[in-house]
T-cell receptor, first 112, second 112 residues
Framework: DAGVTQSPTHLIKTRGQQVTLRCSPI?????VSWYQQVLGQGPQFIFQ???????GRGNFPDRFSARQFPNYSSELNVNALLLGDSALYLC???????????FGSGTRLTVV | GENVEQHPSTLSVQEGDSAVIKCTYS??????FPWYKQELGKRPQLIID?????GEKKDQRIAVTLNKTAKHFSLHITETQPEDSAVYFC???????????FGKGTHLIIQP
């Protein structure tokens, strides 16, 4: 079985640009969550989607948005990129809302 | 919101000895407490988790204990091996729609 797949693995963007990150959950998993991990810190919660609806949101600005598709894959969008958005963006897949997560390998975003 | 404190930030133990990592949480409504292991450049991997209706859980060399009254939980690794070297994160969550709140991590070093 494939694990959680994220694309791209690495990305370099310029300040002010927009970026879209993609995630495919484990087959059968209906919940996808997004986390931001800055170097040397624990992951920080951005969004949770379950059955294609936003179910939870962390303390991130409106520049961050996401959606989940009918096949349960998900996209995270970040507009007006700032240098401080440079981080590892992790997607986590779970069967449903109250289950444990399996993380993907992440997308390393560098904003210059 | 929830706040998770994790100690120590670095822990060095001799191979074969035990390691203990401690976390405290602030929100008494939190009911799910996972532990993740993250090797350098890799994704966080769930190693054990516990829910608030259980005081202790064990899986081979790894155990987690939870004290709801004191709002702290601990990870115990016995008979440590070189492959246990990694950063370990504790986390807490209230309900299914809430994201995980992570501690800052413990860098565990196993000395040969």
């Amino acid at each position: 079985d494939a694990g959680v797949t994220q694309s791209p693995t690495h990305l370099i963007k310029t300040r002010g640009q927009q970026v879209t990150l993609r995630c495919s959950p484990i087959s059968g998993h209906k919940s996808v969550s997004w986390y931001q991990q800055v170097l040397g810190q624990g992951p920080q919660f951005i969004f949770q989607y379950y059955e294609k609806e936003e179910r939870g949101r962390g303390n991130f600005p409106d520049r961050f948005s996401a959606r989940q598709f009918p096949n349960y894959s998900s996209e995270l969008n970040v507009n007006a990129l700032l240098l401080g958005d440079s981080a590892l963006y992790l997607c986590a897949s779970s069967l449903a809302q109250d289950y444990g997560y399996t993380f993907g390998s992440g997308t390393r975003l560098t904003v210059v | 919101g929830e706040n998770v404190e994790q100690h120590p930030s670095t822990l060095s133990v001799q191979e074969g000895d035990s390691a203990v990592i401690k976390c405290t949480y602030s929100d008494s409504a939190s009911n799910y407490f996972p532990w993740y292991k993250q090797e350098l450049g890799k994704r966080p991997q769930l190693i054990i988790d516990i829910r608030s209706n259980v005081g202790e859980k064990k899986d081979q060399r790894i155990a987690v204990t939870l004290n709801k009254t004191a709002k702290h939980f601990s990870l115990h690794i016995t008979e440590t091996q070189p492959e246990d070297s990694a950063v370990y994160f504790c986390a807490a969550r209230r309900g299914g729609a809430d994201g995980l709140t992570f501690g800052k991590g413990t860098h565990l070093i196993i000395q040969p």
